[in-house]
């Protein structure tokens, strides 16, 4: 990648596959991105970018590639599989490209620390969600899973199934919260079944910043 090629990638601005970082923050912080990157669909973190598109460059690469290096391996596990490129943009300084492929071994989790004494939650998976690198839900974390394993899933198409979909059908997307309340079932039975019928490709789940939600897995069902 040269100049030029990093301009026309910046100019696209912040998204889904990409996020700017003036420098290497907190080594839990630029983990969490990166984790977040390779748990969804990949895309690349651009280190000695400002948050409003400035290209400013690190002074010293080696330094910032060292302290990435060491954040990833006591931050994320399983370890993440990175490309990093550095491009010149002056005689003195250099933005790193962190390019982090879709991951084939996920959920990869973040690794934390002790805060003030306490201990903090263990470990967290999290997904790319717009700009945001948000936790995962537990529906999330178990399709990452099952990716892992692939082999065909069946389940029984009975009377809750059906009403279900004739519900997609009105309102097009529904909550884990909103199937239990719909088929008067508990929560974490509801989570099983749209689980169970994302895994067979009936329907697709998608992260959000509020609540996910499933939809019918639309190229599944016209097959």
Request: aromatic share 6%; glycine share 6%.
């Amino acid at each position: 990648m040269n100049v030029d090629d990093l301009k026309r990638l910046v100019a696209l601005g912040e998204g889904a596959y990409l996020e700017f970082k003036f420098r290497v923050p907190r080594a839990d912080r630029i983990a969490k991105e990166v984790i977040a990157l390779a748990n969804t669909r990949g895309g690349r973190v651009l280190v000695g970018v400002g948050d409003d598109g400035s290209i400013v460059g690190v002074k010293d690469a080696h330094e910032e590639l060292f302290a990435l290096q060491k954040a990833l391996e006591s931050h994320c596990e399983p370890p993440v599989s990175l490309n990093i490129e550095g491009v010149r943009i002056s005689r003195r300084r250099e933005v790193l490209v962190v390019d982090v492929p879709r991951s084939a071994a996920k959920p990869h989790f973040l690794i934390t620390d002790a805060i003030n004494g306490s201990e903090t939650n263990g470990k967290k998976a999290y997904v790319r969600v717009g700009a945001e690198s948000l936790e995962a839900s537990r529906e999330a974390v178990r399709l990452m899973k099952a990716e892992q394993s692939p082999r065909d899933t069946r389940f029984t198409f009975g009377e809750a199934e059906q009403k279900l979909m004739a519900y997609l059908e009105h309102y097009e997307r529904i909550t884990v919260r909103e199937y239990a309340r719909l088929v008067g079932i508990p929560e974490k039975r509801a989570s099983h079944t749209l689980v169970l019928m994302a895994r067979a490709e009936v329907l697709q789940l998608h992260s959000d910043r509020n609540e996910d939600y499933f939809t019918v897995a639309y190229e599944k069902v016209e097959r």
